[in-house]
């Protein structure tokens, strides 16, 4: 069975970008709309020799409408089936209410995760990252999924947990 990692968070944060970083595909449907891609999207990514599942999910954390609820629903069931999720979250808006909200749900699922802080390119990466150890989600990882910068470390990060 190889390792099932979920990439889960806010929509427009850069998930359905990490997942063609790591799959190598186009696949995933990327969209300056948020929350278009609705539906799981598996694909098989790998670190060093080492290869894995990769989950991409639709957006979560702003339930208001039914659509909304049941992304977080279809999210929430995509961390059950992972082993290990990375947890993305917007370096360049910094930490929202609904990060803080999704962060309480991941916790009560007790499975481990890795804080990406997503858009970090081209900015002061400490300060992009300081705030999110607010989560108390360990170190948060700053990355760019559109330019593939530190995806390695995150993945060598990920792998550990599994
Ligand atoms: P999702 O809704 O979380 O799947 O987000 P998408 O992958 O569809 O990306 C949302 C928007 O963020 C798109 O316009 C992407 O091009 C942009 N984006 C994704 N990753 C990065 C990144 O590392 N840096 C910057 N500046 N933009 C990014
Ligand atoms: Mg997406």
């Known amino acids: 069975m190889l390792p099932v990692v979920a990439l889960l968070g806010r929509p427009n944060v850069g998930k359905s970008t990490l997942f063609n970083q790591l799959t190598g595909t186009r696949d995933a449907l990327v969209a300056d709309t948020p929350g278009l ?4 999207h598996y694909g098989i990514g ?3 020799d080492r290869p894995f599942i990769v989950i ?8 208001e409408a039914p659509v909304e609820s049941l ?4 999210s929430l069931r995509a961390l059950e089936e992972a082993d290990v999720a990375i947890f993305v979250v917007d370096g360049r808006q910094g930490l929202t209410p609904a ?10 699922q007790n499975k481990p995760v890795v804080v990406a802080v997503n858009k970090a ?9 300081a705030e ?8 948060p990882r700053a990355i760019s999924a559109s330019l593939g910068r530190g995806i390695v470390p995150l993945m ?4 550990s947990h599994v």
Request: negative net charge.
């Open 56 to 63: 991409d999910t639709g957006g979560m954390g702003e339930a």
């Open 71 to 74: 992304m977080e629903q279809q």
């Open 37 to 40: 891609t609705r539906d799981r």
């Open 121 to 129: 390119e081209g900015q002061a990466r400490d300060a992009a990252v």
């Open 132 to 139: 999110f150890h607010a989560l108390a989600m360990g170190q």
């Open 99 to 108: 990060d803080e909200e999704l962060a309480r749900a991941f916790r009560r």
């Open 156 to 159: 060598e990060e990920v792998l």
């Open 46 to 48: 790998r670190s060093g």
